[in-house]
């Protein structure tokens, strides 16, 4: 509710109510959240387009290990449509370590000339205890 109240005297009120729907443009999350099988990190991601526009899609990830070792397991380079849904998976066999996940999405919509970027982090290490 928004209220306006000029100066004169009495003064006048004006209240208006009003309804915003906001719509994140980019919205990307894990699906299914990356977890260990064998000596292989697997997961996905879920990517969303509500920007009102086609976009160029980016995604990384990466698997980083205890001493800072990144590897990719996933990346994809698409153009995206409005209005879609994509699922992207991911995965690869790992040496043994403790690793966490980061993925990457970034959107580009040239036309307009904006990026859209969502950083997504794994939940905690996971243990690849098998493999070489």
Do not use: C
Not at 94 to 107: I, K, M, W
């Amino acid at each position: 509710m928004v209220s306006v109240t000029d100066t004169s005297t009495p003064p006048l009120t004006k209240s208006q109510a009003f309804v915003f729907h906001v719509v994140a443009p980019l919205i990307a999350e894990w699906n299914p959240a990356p977890k260990v099988n064998g000596r292989r990190i697997e997961g996905g991601i879920k990517v969303t387009n509500q920007t009102g526009h086609d976009f160029d899609l980016t995604v990384i990830v990466m698997a980083i290990n205890e001493n800072g070792r990144a590897t990719a397991i996933g990346y994809q380079h698409v153009d995206m449509k409005d209005a879609t849904e994509l699922q992207i998976p991911v995965g690869e066999n790992l040496p043994r370590g403790a690793y966490s996940v980061d993925g990457t999405v970034v959107a580009e919509i040239v036309e307009t000339n904006t990026i859209h970027r969502v950083h997504l982090v794994s939940a905690g290490k996971l243990q690849v205890a098998i493999g070489p």
